[in-house]
């Protein structure tokens, strides 16, 4: 078999002859139905392999009423949080199959609107969306015709699946975290001021609650914004607040960015890390577990929350959910590392 050519323009009917199969056995072996025998599915793969067989993703969706494709629309990929994200939906996706598109909507309101009617959504058979500028008063926008489902804390209650996190919870936890180690003066960096609804605005309240539990006031000083959550954010909202002289023994950064730009800043201020100022992130990113010092984190249940809005999204498609919109919150957990005494 592996002196055969190599064909671009391979058919079904050539791999069949080839693999000395009928068509139908071809057929069945790419669509993944189970019960064919070992040999046999090997014979039709290596048949494929040597001729360069490519399926014809269009005629089989008009056959099967699906692509096999699903898409993904998130905010911006040059955040880690993100990029390691849509890297694990895609790992869980093929697991099942199943091929992932993904759009960048750059949180701009108009691309994220455009990605509810893109021109690429008869491309694929449902869409999992994690929005950014849209909010709860656009929640008439998620009432769609397609399988869809949500990730964020941007929209509460809509007519869709939602995965979200504890983000209230684990922001408690974060600063319970820096509480126990005799912390007090806890600067969190990322604040947006203004924000009701939001990642940003549930964060920093589990930062108050846990500050209030403790018998805490807040020192408003210490509650400074970043803008998007990047490094050189995190840098800049942590050098304001050493330049202006705020006392501070800890910093939680309301995601991983924000806070490995702090420690940056720390570092070039003279400031030793734990020991002077401790510091803990959000979002357990895989440089979290590199950075000098290491960085304690919150972990989110990325994985978790991968796996949950696939599968949701594939029982949708499939119509085998159930009618309601149904809500997951995630499981977090505190992970302890080198900027916190860990």
Same mark, same amino acid.
Do not use: C
């Given at each position: 078999?592996?002196a055969a050519r190599r064909s671009s323009g391979a058919t079904m009917h050539d791999v069949a002859q080839l693999a000395g199969v009928s068509v139908k056995t071809v057929s069945n072996v790419i669509n993944g139905y189970p019960h064919i025998r070992p040999a046999t599915k090997e014979r039709v793969e290596d048949a494929i392999g040597v001729l360069g067989y490519r399926v014809n993703i269009t005629a089989r969706s008009l056959r099967r009423g699906r692509t096999g494709m699903i898409g #993904?629309?998130?905010?911006?990929?040059?955040?880690?949080? =993100?990029?390691?994200? %849509?890297? +694990?939906?895609?790992?869980?996706?093929?697991?099942?199959?199943?091929?992932?598109?993904?759009?960048?909507? &750059?949180?701009?309101?108009? /691309?994220?609107?455009?990605? #509810?009617?893109? $021109?690429?959504?008869?491309?694929?058979?449902?869409?999992? =969306? *994690?929005?950014?500028? #849209?909010?709860?008063?656009?929640?008439?926008?998620?009432?769609?015709? =397609?399988?869809?489902?949500?990730?964020?804390? $941007?929209?509460?209650?809509?007519?869709?699946?939602?995965? +979200?996190?504890?983000?209230?919870?684990?922001?408690? %936890?974060?600063?319970?975290?820096?509480? !126990?180690?005799?912390?007090?003066?806890? !600067?969190?960096?990322? %604040?947006?001021?203004?924000? /009701?609804?939001?990642?940003?605005?549930?964060?920093?309240?589990?930062?108050?609650?846990?500050?209030?539990?403790? @018998?805490?006031?807040?020192?408003? $000083?210490?509650?400074?914004?970043?803008?998007?959550?990047?490094?050189?954010? @995190?840098?800049?909202?942590?050098?304001?607040?050493?330049?202006?002289?705020?006392?501070?023994? %800890?910093? =939680?950064?309301? &995601?991983?960015?924000?806070?490995? @730009?702090?420690?940056?800043?720390?570092?070039?201020?003279?400031?030793?890390?734990?020991?002077?100022?401790?510091?803990?992130?959000?979002?357990?990113?895989?440089?979290?577990?590199?950075?000098?010092?290491?960085?304690?984190?919150?972990?989110?249940?990325?994985?978790?929350?991968?796996?949950? !809005?696939?599968?949701?999204? #594939?029982?949708?498609?499939?119509? +085998?959910?159930?009618?309601?919109?149904?809500?997951?919150?995630?499981?977090?957990?505190?992970?302890?590392?080198? *900027?916190?005494?860990?």
């Amino acid at each position: 078999m592996g002196a055969a050519r190599r064909s671009s323009g391979a058919t079904m009917h050539d791999v069949a002859q080839l693999a000395g199969v009928s068509v139908k056995t071809v057929s069945n072996v790419i669509n993944g139905y189970p019960h064919i025998r070992p040999a046999t599915k090997e014979r039709v793969e290596d048949a494929i392999g040597v001729l360069g067989y490519r399926v014809n993703i269009t005629a089989r969706s008009l056959r099967r009423g699906r692509t096999g494709m699903i898409g #993904l629309a998130l905010p911006e990929l040059g955040l880690p949080y =993100f990029a390691e994200l %849509a890297e +694990t939906i895609i790992r869980v996706a093929e697991e099942t199959g199943t091929l992932v598109l993904i759009e960048q909507t &750059n949180a701009s309101r108009d /691309r994220e609107i455009e990605a #509810l009617g893109s $021109r690429v959504r008869h491309l694929t058979d449902g869409l999992i =969306f *994690s929005p950014l500028a #849209l909010g709860q008063e656009d929640v008439g926008l998620f009432d769609v015709d =397609f399988p869809m489902v949500l990730l964020g804390e $941007r929209v509460f209650g809509g007519p869709t699946d939602h995965v +979200t996190m504890d983000n209230v919870a684990a922001a408690r %936890a974060a600063t319970e975290h820096l509480l !126990a180690r005799g912390r007090r003066r806890i !600067a969190v960096i990322g %604040a947006h001021p203004g924000e /009701r609804v939001g990642t940003a605005a549930l964060r920093v309240q589990g930062y108050r609650e846990a500050m209030a539990a403790a @018998g805490l006031p807040v020192d408003e $000083r210490l509650v400074a914004e970043a803008g998007a959550w990047h490094r050189s954010t @995190g840098d800049a909202a942590m050098t304001r607040l050493l330049d202006d002289g705020v006392e501070i023994d %800890a910093v =939680f950064g309301l &995601n991983d960015a924000v806070a490995l @730009g702090a420690m940056h800043a720390l570092r070039l201020h003279g400031r030793s890390i734990p020991d002077d100022v401790a510091v803990i992130g959000f979002d357990d990113i895989e440089e979290a577990a590199y950075s000098a010092p290491t960085l304690s984190s919150v972990a989110p249940g990325a994985e978790q929350i991968a796996r949950t !809005a696939v599968e949701y999204l #594939l029982q949708r498609i499939e119509g +085998t959910a159930p009618d309601q919109a149904r809500q997951v919150v995630t499981d977090f957990s505190i992970v302890t590392r080198q *900027s916190t005494g860990g």
